[in-house]
């Protein structure tokens, strides 16, 4: 069949072309720090490094103080940390160790919905019907608070948490499980001695990957947590300004270059950092927890 | 006090089932809510006649459109570059350091938040190459932060395929591109296409990446050419609902109904194509 | 201990063959195969029998990293050579594996894509190859009225005879035969060898069995290899009856295994 040179020829092209999209994803991660870093780092040279780490955000009167903006979005983060993981760990769990086979099929679509829920969805809904429930419940002057954003942040984080955890509990080999049992263990000690803590850095992963959903989140929060950059000791019943409602809300109304625009790119740098810090982390130790159940298994 | 074990099995798992039920309950309520407070709102003039009133009154027409553009475009630029990245990672590359680079970049270009996306898109596509706050530097923008989960998904897909396939069709003399075409690909097409769907249900639902690269509120008619701005459901629902005042609830609830079942639909169908093709496979 | 044949299909001259972490599977290996009959290549597991096998149509250039030194000739012309054609090589040198691997298609779509793949688009030979294909493999009486079902409906003798059927839709010069009958039932092994006797005429076929009596039963030469060394080889009755080495002996009256 003389088709041999033509095709080589073609074989190779194809090759070049899907080799080029591989490396386009590192392209594309330099790239966008790249961008993010010459838009960012003029703020370092414009603005002196004591402002910026003061505590005071009032761009109008050149006040650049980031602190209420990291702390706006670390109380939030916790916030949502304190409901999202008791809650994240627990349908994990009982996803994959307690529900019959029927009920898993069920369940595992409809956390996934939660998944699909765009966050402006759950900020309207914060916006107009959680806000103010918390005003009453809580008496507070208003519902727009930390906590308020933490509740939805907290269900956008729950889905994360929920695969992720679940795959790392689905990964323990059915073994251990038989083991425990076989000992005498009833399935509650089986799960809670042997399954969850071999699952344990998986687990943590889903975690972090989770609170790395939560830091990054924007609209849900701009809606909800009243947008004012403060910093006090009770933040939670407050409203607090995160680092990406900042963004959103103020890179619209501001001049191309101005000192003000980098300063918001500087934000963003540090979001980024953030971001890459816990997926690298989260990557490295699936990474690693994969490589230990392979070299068990095998 | 000691509980005896089967005790504490009682009540581990009956607070376990509690706390399953308070998940399900409150989604159920969320959607229900919305759909509750929102069909009123749908009728043949809301979802296709163009707004009125400074969008007080009548329709949501364009956004609906906006938002099919951008998802549409999205798909055009994300979809064949994920999809050839996921071939290039799952039948071509070696187990080499710079293939871990790669999945590490994937990583990151997936925890990013999206409104750095709309930063970078706006300081690179809108700024720098000068197209301007448009749908297709808005789409752009979208693309690459969908490309992670279609890469991801799709290069799971490819893995799943058993390499038995591969080995017997190299063996009988195919090359690697055909093995790929015509074994690896068709067998793998479900899944990628549940990916893909449910990569774009996430940008089809994202504010963020299209706040300064290419969503407007108040635009007077359709958009004519991929460098106009355009209208689009998530960015509506926001404005209409936190910034303009005596908005109408009842069109706030249909604007985030219409959006909800958009998102819901793409849902659906990526999990009937999931669950359909997973009875039919031949392996 | 070498026997020379006379014109052999394929000529191994000092072949090594080394993997990428270091274990050498096979160790300066010379032999030749006969055109035209069944070679037999035995001994205990890690014995290099199926890489060597994997040599014949370089399918071990799946495994990166593996390292080849001698040469193999086929029809006088060294196949390890980078200037070969290896997509050319296999179709001329098919091979059964252990499992039978039937395509997701088809059993008409399952017999027609090696020919596909080598750009042969006529309805009149695909449709030709298919029977004689099948006819050989004794399986057409069989499927002849379900070619257009899914492959993997069949029984896995079936299936593993389909396998064999696809390679000779290709008109291979040489079958290859990775312990081709392991999974199968003693009714559908013996359909595999029967057809193998029936075809051996026109085709080099090598094949690594999966026991010492199948070896016995099918070998017209034979070869012994033991922890990447070939310890013995020549006409099959003579390595069984009356072999020459220890080793050999000890292996084939069963006192090793």
Not at chain 1, 128 to 144: C, D, F, Y
Not at chain 2, 143 to 162: D, F, G, K, Q
Not at chain 2, 219 to 225: A, E
Not at chain 3, 73 to 88: C, H, N
């Amino acid at each position: 069949m003389p088709m041999a040179k033509h095709r080589r020829l073609f074989e190779s092209v194809v090759q070049l072309l899907v080799r080029l999209c591989g490396y386009s994803a590192v392209l594309f991660v330099g790239v966008i720090f790249l961008f993010l870093l010459q838009e960012g780092l003029p703020a370092l040279v414009q603005v002196p490094p004591a402002s910026l780490l003061g505590p005071r955000w009032y761009p109008i009167e050149s006040m650049y103080g980031l602190l209420p903006l990291l702390l706006g979005s670390f109380v939030v983060t916790i916030g949502a940390a304190i409901f999202s993981i008791p809650f994240g760990i627990a349908t994990a769990v009982f996803i994959a160790e307690v529900a019959p086979r029927w009920m898993r099929e069920l369940l595992k679509p409809f956390v996934e919905i939660l998944a699909g829920l765009p966050s402006v969805v759950l900020g309207f809904l914060g916006f107009l019907v959680l806000a103010p429930l918390i005003r009453t419940w809580l008496n507070l002057p208003t519902g727009l608070t930390a906590l308020t954003g933490s509740i939805l942040l907290a269900a956008m984080a729950l889905p994360t948490i929920v695969s992720v955890a679940e795959d790392a509990l689905d990964a323990v080999p059915k073994s251990y499980r038989d083991g425990a049992l076989a000992l005498g263990a009833t399935k509650w000690q089986t799960i809670w001695r042997v399954t969850l803590p071999s699952a344990r850095s998986g687990v943590l992963t889903a975690v972090m990957l989770g609170l790395g959903r939560a830091i990054g989140e924007t609209m849900a929060v701009m809606m909800v947590t009243g947008n004012a950059a403060q910093m006090r000791w009770d933040a939670l019943f407050f409203p607090a300004r995160t680092m990406t409602a900042t963004i959103a809300a103020e890179m619209g109304e501001v001049a191309s270059g101005s000192t003000h625009y980098h300063v918001l790119f500087l934000v963003a740098i540090i979001l980024f950092l953030i971001s890459f810090l816990v997926n690298i982390i989260a990557s490295s130790m699936l990474f690693r927890a994969k490589k230990r159940a392979e070299r068990m298994l095998s | 006090m000691r509980i005896p074990r089967a005790l504490a099995q009682r009540i581990a798992f009956a607070l376990l089932t509690a706390i399953m039920a308070v998940t399900v309950l409150a989604i159920l309520t969320i959607i229900t809510y919305i759909f509750w407070n929102g069909l009123p709102a749908l009728s043949g003039e809301f979802l296709f006649s163009m707004p009125k009133d400074g969008m007080r009154e009548g329709g949501i027409w364009p956004a609906i459109v906006g938002t099919l553009y951008l998802t549409i475009g999205t798909a055009l630029i994300a979809v064949p570059i994920g999809l050839m990245a996921a071939i290039y990672l799952s039948e071509y590359a070696p187990d080499s350091t710079f293939t871990r680079a790669i999945r590490i970049a994937i990583v990151n270009l997936a925890g990013i938040p999206s409104v750095v996306y709309g930063l970078f898109g706006m300081a690179l596509f809108v700024l720098f190459l000068s197209l301007g706050s448009s749908i297709i530097a808005a789409c752009l923008t979208l693309a690459i932060m969908t490309l992670p989960v279609i890469i991801s998904t799709a290069e799971e897909a490819l893995r799943a395929v058993p390499q038995s396939f591969r080995v017997v069709s190299i063996s009988m003399g195919g090359t690697r591109w055909q093995t790929i075409q015509r074994i690896v690909l068709p067998q793998a097409l479900p899944g990628i296409l549940t990916g893909v769907i449910l990569g774009l249900e996430r940008a089809a639902g994202e504010t963020a990446p299209i706040l300064f690269t290419g969503a407007s509120f108040f635009l007077p008619h359709l958009p004519q050419s991929v460098f106009d701005e355009t209208m689009a459901l998530p960015y509506h629902l926001f404005v209409i609902s936190t910034q303009v005042p005596g908005m109408p609830v009842r069109i706030q609830y249909g604007t985030a109904l219409v959006l909800l079942i958009f998102v819901l639909a793409m849902n659906l169908i990526a999990t009937l194509i999931r669950s359909y093709y997973r009875r039919r496979r031949q392996w | 201990m070498v026997s020379p044949v006379e014109n052999p299909k394929f000529l191994v001259e000092k072949l090594s063959v080394q993997y990428r972490d270091g274990t050498e599977s096979l160790r300066n290996i010379s032999l030749q195969i006969p055109r035209n009959a069944i070679t037999v290549l035995f001994g205990p597991a890690g014995g290099g029998k199926s890489t060597l096998l994997r040599t014949f149509n370089r399918l071990n250039d799946l495994v990166e990293g593996t390292r080849f030194s001698g040469k193999v000739l086929l029809d006088g012309e060294d196949i390890l050579s980078p200037a070969t054609d290896v997509v050319a090589l296999r179709r001329r040198v098919g091979m059964v594996f252990a499992q039978p691997v039937p395509l997701p298609m088809t059993i008409r779509e399952n017999m027609t894509y090696g020919l596909l793949l080598a750009g042969e688009r006529r309805r009149r030979n695909l449709n030709r190859a298919l029977e004689e294909g099948l006819q050989a493999a004794a399986l057409w009486e069989e499927v002849k009225d379900r070619l257009d079902e899914p492959a993997h409906a069949i029984s896995g003798g079936q299936q593993q005879r389909l396998c064999l059927a696809r390679v000779l839709a290709l008109q291979p010069e040489v079958i290859l035969m990775d312990e081709p009958t392991s999974g199968l039932d003693p009714i559908s092994t013996a359909k595999v060898e029967d057809s193998l006797q029936s075809i051996k005429k026109k085709y080099t076929i090598i094949i690594v069995p999966h026991s010492v009596q199948q070896a016995a039963r099918l070998a017209d030469w034979a070869g012994f290899f033991l922890q990447g060394e070939l310890v013995e080889w020549g006409e099959g009755k003579n390595l069984f009856i009356a072999p020459k080495e220890k080793r050999t002996e000890d292996y084939v009256t069963g006192r090793f295994g």
